[in-house]
Nanobody, 128 residues
């Protein structure tokens, strides 16, 4: 079964940067390459939302309007890893960040449902 482990979170000042990493295991490289690997977050008191995603085959990327121009997603399928470079961080970016595959047949416009194979997430706190 797929296992996801996120890392790289921490405390950043407004305007600062962080880079999140996510390592996947428990699946083949071919299977991993089929997934649109994505990042979701849950802010305090709010529901889960997709932040960014990247298709494995086309390499097309998607960003939520709230992070467009500030966050950059990338992936390394040889390492079965996905990354999120977060620049110009804002206090409203404070959240627990998860990586996850976009379920087949769904859209980033629909809020995700946390699955058993999701990791524990990595906390990002933006504060001065």
């Amino acid at each position: 079964q797929m296992r996801l482990v996120e890392s790289g979170g921490g405390l950043a000042q407004p305007g600062g940067s962080l880079k999140l990493s996510c390592a996947a295991s428990g699946l083949t490289h071919n299977d991993y390459a089929e997934y649109a690997m994505s990042w979701a977050r849950q802010a305090p008191g709010k529901g889960l939302e997709w932040v960014s995603g990247m298709y494995g085959v086309s390499r097309d990327k998607w960003y939520a309007d709230s992070v467009k121009g500030r966050f950059t997603i990338s992936r390394d399928d040889d390492k079965m890893a996905v990354y999120l470079q977060m620049n110009n961080l804002k206090p409203e970016d404070t959240a627990l960040y998860y990586c996850a595959p976009l379920p087949f047949g769904t859209s980033w416009l629909n809020p995700p449902d946390r699955q058993d194979y999701w990791g524990q997430g990595t906390q990002v706190t933006v504060s001065s």
